[in-house]
C-alpha cells in the first residue's frame, strides 16, 4: 500500500501562485507515476500533470495548465510538488494527489490507472 498526503491549498488571489505538497509513504518502490488531478463542484475530475517517478523525468501536462504549472519530484523525500503560477478562477477546485504503478511506455492520464489517492486540499482563487 502506498499512502498520500497533500498540502498546500489556500484562497489566493487570481494571478497568485501556490506549490502543493504531496507526500508519499509505505511501499512507494511500487510507484510508476505521480500525477495531480483535480475537481471542481459540479464537474468530474480532470487530470492535471504527472510525472515519472524514477529515472530520468519525464512530464506530462493538461492544455488547460501547460506553461503556468510546473510539476516536480523530490525522490529523497518522496515527496511530488505542484507549482502553481497565474493562477485562475477556473482553477478552483479540490486537488488530489495520485500514484500509478503504470507509465513504462507513456504516462498515465487516466484516473482510473491511477491505485493510490490522497485525501485532496483546497484550491481557491478569488477574481
Known amino acids: 500500500q502506498v499512502q498520500l498526503v497533500e498540502s498546500g491549498g489556500a484562497l489566493v488571489q487570481a494571478g497568485g501562485s501556490l506549490r502543493l505538497s504531496c507526500a508519499a509513504s509505505?511501499?512507494?518502490?511500487?510507484?510508476?507515476?505521480m500525477g495531480w488531478f483535480r475537481q471542481a463542484p459540479g464537474k468530474e475530475r480532470e487530470f492535471v500533470a504527472a510525472?515519472?517517478?524514477?529515472?530520468?523525468?519525464?512530464?506530462y501536462y493538461a492544455d488547460s495548465v501547460k506553461g503556468r504549472f510546473t510539476i516536480s519530484r523530490n525522490n529523497a523525500k518522496d515527496t511530488v510538488y505542484l507549482q502553481m503560477n497565474s493562477l485562475k478562477p477556473e482553477d478552483t477546485a479540490i486537488y488530489y494527489c495520485?500514484?500509478?504503478?503504470?507509465?513504462?511506455?507513456?504516462?498515465?492520464?487516466?484516473?482510473?490507472?491511477?491505485?493510490?489517492w490522497g485525501q485532496g486540499t483546497q484550491v481557491t482563487i478569488s477574481s
Open positions: 510525472i515519472s517517478w524514477t529515472g530520468f523525468n519525464t512530464y
Open positions: 509505505g511501499r512507494t518502490f511500487s510507484i510508476y507515476t
Open positions: 495520485a500514484a500509478s504503478r503504470s507509465g513504462k511506455i507513456a504516462l498515465p492520464r487516466a484516473g482510473t490507472e491511477y491505485a493510490y
